[in-house]
C-alpha cells in the first residue's frame, strides 16, 4: 500500500488534493483515513479543519463549494465524503443530484487548501466510468480488499508487536477464527488481550481461547468443525454452551444449514476451476470463511453434503412441526452426520 495520504515527488513528499478509497475491509480504510488527518491536521485544528459529508444526503456540489472555500484560521482543510457510491455500478437512488461533471473538472485542477478523501464500501469501482477513469490516470485511488488468512496472520503478529506483546505457537490463528477474520472485533480483543498479557508477554491458545468474545455465528461454525473432525465430544460442549447461553435451538439449526451450503457451494465452485478469492467475490463473502469451507469441504464428496442439508431440512421441519424435541433433534443430527 501506498504511504497514507502522499504523492512521491522528487525529493520530497505532498498530501494528495483528491483521493478515492474503496474496497471490502472498512476497517483498514478507516485507519489510513484517519492517519491522513493525523499527518495533515494539527489536533488543535481538527474541529475547524476536519468536515464530513454523506453523499447519500448530500449533493456533490455542497462538497466541492466547500473545497474551493477558503479555510477559516487553519492552513489546511479536509474534506471527507462517505458514500461515494457514484464511483461504482450501483444504481444511484435519484434522491441527490450529484454533478459529476464538475467533479471531473475539479480534480484536473483542485485547489491547494483543501484534501478531498470520497470512500466507497464497495469491492470494485466501475473502471468504464469516465470519473474512475480520471482518479486513475491522477493516481488517486486506493483499494482495501479483504485480506487472506495468511495476511490475517501476519497482521495479527504485526499488531501484536505494535502493542508490545506476542502470540505462542496457534495462537494468532486462533483468534482470526474466533473473529471470524474480521479486522474490527479483531483490534478490539487484541487491545483486551494486550492489557492481560502486559508489555513483553505472550498471548497463549488458552488466552484467546478465555478472553476472546464468540458471536452465535462463530460459534456455530466451530460447533461444524468439531463436527467435520469427528472430536464428538467437544462439539456437544460448543452445544450446550450455545444452548446455555439461551441461543433457540432452531437458529443454531438454520445456521449450521447455512454453513454446510456455503461448504457445499465452495467445493462446486472449486470443482469448476474458480479460486478462492474469485469464489469470494462471486458468493460476496469475505476470503477467510472461503478458505476454511474449502478445507472443510476436502472431508465429505458430494453427495455425502446434499445428504447433510437434506437431514438439516428435515430436521428444521420436524422441529417446528412438532415432531421432535428440539434439543435431542440437535444432538441425533450431530451424531448421525459424526458417525
Known sequence: ?????????????????????????????????????????????????VTKYDLAETPLDVVLDDAETLPFFVPRKVIVASRATFFTAAKESGKIEHRLDRLQEYAKAPAEHTIIVFTVEAEKLDERKKLVKTFKELGAVQAFAALSAEELNRWAVRQA????????????????????????????EMDKLSLFAGRGGTVTKATV?????RSTEQNVFLLIEEIVQRRIEKAFAILYELLKQREEPIKIAVLMARQFRLIWQVKDLERQGYSQQQIAGHLGSHPFPIKLASEQGRKYDNERLQRIMTLLAELDFNIKSGRIEKVLGLEMFILHIAA
Open 1 to 49: 500500500m501506498a504511504e497514507i495520504g502522499t504523492r512521491k515527488g522528487q525529493g520530497n513528499r505532498s498530501p494528495l488534493p483528491v483521493t478515492v478509497c474503496y474496497g471490502a475491509e472498512t476497517y483498514l480504510l478507516q485507519r489510513w483515513v484517519a492517519a491522513l488527518i493525523e499527518r495533515n491536521v494539527d489536533e488543535e485544528h481538527r474541529e475547524l479543519a
Open 161 to 188: 508487536e505494535e502493542l508490545g506483546f506476542s502470540f505462542g505457537p496457534g495462537a494468532a490463528e486462533l483468534l482470526v477464527l474466533y473473529t471470524g477474520g474480521q479486522l474490527q472485533p479483531m483490534a478490539s
Open 209 to 213: 481461547d478465555e478472553l476472546v468474545a
